[in-house]
């Protein structure tokens, strides 16, 4: 949690926002703006958009953050009422500093989840990315679903930098605790509206997006939909031909190119794999 206090110049911090998926809801304006308080600090981005808000009160530091909602009137007058200091930051770093604060925040308050990890996988899905793209020099990759971080993992051995996310607490929990997940790169989001929480990249992928079927189709059409989205090229592996053709549709349906091949070096989790590309 020291990064983001290190931006707003205090010694602790407090987000009023209980997790990362909560910070588009602007019920926590109105939360924000009930908090007693005798001193404020504004943070700006370098084209003097609000990043975030503190108060300080009988409790020490509490802040909202605004990175996908717009503070309230109300919340501005607040602080143009009180002392304090108007702040600035990169975006980009601010963004990394709450996303670290909030899967420090998850690791404390959710047991992790069982160990998965397939030793094998790390070397197959290395080859698999490497093999498409080749190798990165520090770009971003969207590891969407991530679940506990293999795909980061992989990711990283090969040089590019992943932004990782998954509904799943109990599976983050186990990557960040297993450090195949870092805590600045992580997000705990659902991933049928990601892009809420993600500007576009050039990449991304979906690891073994899952069992596709008849009862998951539509959420699993979402979840790619909004992988589609956010890269322009992206790599999403599938257990079987069937759910191939699904992803196929899905980004031809998106007017995106889509190549599916098939993978013998994983005969079970990634035996498919549907590599998209924006025209």
């Known amino acids: 949690m020291e990064k ?35 001193e404020g600090r504004l943070l700006l981005d370098a084209e003097q958009e609000p990043l975030a808000l503190a108060f300080h009160g009988i409790d020490g530091w509490t802040a909202g953050t605004f990175l996908f909602r717009n503070p309230s ?3 501005i007058e607040k602080f143009e009422r009180l002392p304090g200091e108007i702040l600035q930051e990169d975006r980009e770093i601010w963004e990394e500093a709450v996303r670290d604060y909030f899967s420090v925040r998850l690791m404390g308050e959710v047991p992790p989840g069982p160990e998965d990890l397939n030793p094998s996988r790390k070397k197959i899905l290395t080859h698999l990315i490497e093999d498409i793209w080749g190798r990165g020099s520090g770009e971003t990759c969207l590891d969407c679903c991530c679940g506990s971080g293999v795909g980061s993992l992989a990711l990283r051995e090969i040089g590019y930098a992943p932004l990782s996310y998954d509904n799943d607490e109990s599976l983050l929990a186990r990557g960040l605790f297993e450090k195949r997940l870092m805590p600045g790169e992580t997000m705990w989001i659902d991933a049928t509206v990601a892009s809420r929480y993600i500007r576009p990249v050039q990449k991304g992928v979906a690891i073994m997006a899952g069992e596709i079927n008849d009862f998951s189709q539509e959420m699993w059409e979402r979840i790619i939909g909004e992988l589609f989205a956010s890269s322009r090229e992206s790599i999403v592996t599938v257990g079987t031909e069937k759910e191939a053709l699904l992803v196929q549709r899905w980004g031809e349906n998106k007017g995106l190119r889509v190549v599916v091949t098939e993978n013998t070096a994983d005969p079970i989790y990634d035996r498919w794999i549907c590599a998209a590309k924006s025209p």
Request: glycine residues 6%; hydrophobic residues 50%; proline residues 5%.
């Open 73 to 75: 009137a109300v919340l």
């Open 4 to 38: 983001t206090a290190d931006i707003l110049g205090t010694d602790q911090i407090w987000f009023v926002e209980p997790a990362f998926a909560n910070l588009h809801d602007p019920i926590f304006n109105r939360i924000l703006g009930d908090y007693d308080a005798d």
